[in-house]
């Protein structure tokens, strides 16, 4: 962290009405510890303006993938106080907020690099970053959806039924464990390709090496629509007969700021609540 008072922007969950009131809450301390950079509300502006030392988010999980989106290439540490319910990435809660800012604003938290994807969107000028996943299902019409996978150049299959989940390990634990895919530790460089209601039955999901680009491609009749694609529940664009979807693993890292001793398997536990026999459990605390 730069020397002085660290320089911190603050991020917030627009459609949550208590996080606002929160926020401003808080803001008087904050700016009593540092250098306020800006406030933002607006899940649609660019951060790549911001010249921030940490990046603290009040809201949840989607209001951090909204930020690492937003933020582009220009990364900035970032630390999510959990206003919302699961919080797989906010890991600080309200009770403990206070001492753990302090702990941030110090410079005493250890900062984990989190995958991020680029994804070639049909009519989209550029590639758009993401945290979690890319969902590319059917229409609200009864017709099952077609994508053709590509690994590289080497064609894979043609998954069919109500769409696909390609998530990062990030998203391992969102959409594509819901769909029944696996957990995926945060430090692979690889993906996970999960289909929705597959047609097929020996069908299953796929883990892919991030060294490798993918190309997804819907078929159907050229220019037909036939579905969505949505990039971490927030971008959403329609898709057509012969659209291809290109992703591949970014240069990019996300900088995800955590407590000491609250690694990735302790959260499992506690968000799933993991454990052995209680007798087993025990030895091991």
């Known amino acids: 962290m730069a020397a002085g008072l660290p320089k911190v922007l603050l991020l917030g969950d627009p459609k949550?009405?208590?996080?606002?009131?929160?926020?401003?809450?808080?803001?008087?301390w904050i700016e009593a510890r540092c250098e306020v950079v800006g406030v933002s509300l607006d899940?649609?502006?660019?951060?790549?303006?911001?010249?921030?030392?940490?990046?603290?988010?009040?809201?949840?999980?989607?209001?951090?993938?909204?930020?690492?989106?937003?933020?582009?290439?220009?990364q900035i540490p970032t630390l999510g106080v959990n206003l919302g319910r699961l919080g797989f990435l906010a890991e600080v809660t309200r009770e403990g907020i206070e001492e753990v800012l302090e702990q941030a604003f110090a410079g005493r938290l250890e900062e984990e690099k989190r995958l991020l994807l680029e994804c070639e969107l049909p009519g989209e000028r550029g590639p758009v970053l993401l945290l979690n996943d890319v969902v590319v299902q059917r229409g609200e019409s009864r017709s099952l959806i077609g994508i053709s996978t590509h690994v590289d150049e080497e064609y894979v299959t043609t998954y069919v039924g109500d769409g696909l989940v390609l998530a990062s390990p990030v998203g391992s634990t969102a959409?594509?464990?819901?769909?029944?895919?696996?957990?995926?530790?945060?430090d692979l460089d690889a993906y996970v390709l999960t289909p929705l209601a597959p047609h097929a039955l020996p069908v299953r999901p796929l883990v892919v090496s991030g060294r490798h680009a993918l190309r997804l491609t819907v078929e159907g009749p050229s220019g037909r629509p036939c579905g969505t694609v949505t990039i971490d529940g927030q971008v959403r664009v329609e898709v057509r007969g012969g659209d291809r979807i290109g992703v591949r693993?970014?240069?990019?890292?996300?900088?995800?700021?955590?407590?000491?001793?609250?690694?990735?398997?302790?959260?499992?536990?506690?968000?799933?609540?993991?454990a052995g026999s209680p007798a087993y459990a025990k030895r091991k605390r």
Do not use: Q
């Open 16 to 28: 949550k009405g208590h996080v606002r009131r929160i926020l401003d809450g808080y803001l008087p």
């Open 249 to 274: 693993v970014s240069k990019t890292r996300f900088r995800l700021l955590t407590s000491k001793g609250n690694d990735f398997f302790r959260i499992l536990r506690k968000k799933f609540g993991w």
């Open 175 to 186: 959409y594509s464990l819901a769909a029944g895919g696996p957990i995926l530790a945060p």
């Open 43 to 74: 899940r649609e502006e660019d951060l790549e303006g911001y010249e921030a030392d940490l990046c603290l988010v009040f809201g949840g999980d989607g209001t951090i993938l909204s930020a690492a989106r937003r933020m582009g290439r220009r």
